[in-house]
């Protein structure tokens, strides 16, 4: 049985407690004045973050862990280095984030905002890293977690 969802979610194969571990998840986008995003929680600075980059919309996405899967720091970083290529091929600019969960009890992950992505363009970053889901933001300044699996 699939876990219970909001009305506006498709189901998912993923346990509840794993989506929920990735909502109790602090989203720090690196900027010389860090940015803590929490999903479903308006940021105001987003506005501004996102216009000084003249783009409308952005999503977060991590190479690392696939699957909730932990790697190896190496195999992590390569991912990493991986992924900026990817969103670089893409002509998108990003900045770097790092995922902190709020119950300390996953490894910190890196990942990218990356400026300009719409929802499909993130999603299929987040499938081709194998990731269960991404995080979008779009003019409401809200960022929102989308499963892919």
Known sequence: MSPRLP???PATTLPAALIAAYRATRYIVQTEAPLTLRINQPETALAALL???AVAEAA???AANPGSQPLPDRENAARHRALQAAVAQLRLAALPTRHVADAGDWPDESGLLVLG???EAASALGRRFGQNAIV???ADNTPRLHLLR
Do not use: K
Request: charged share 15%.
């Open 51 to 53: 216009g000084s980059h």
């Open 117 to 119: 992505a719409n929802l």
């Open 60 to 62: 977060i996405v991590s």
């Open 7 to 9: 009305a506006d979610e």
């Open 136 to 138: 979008s933001i779009a």
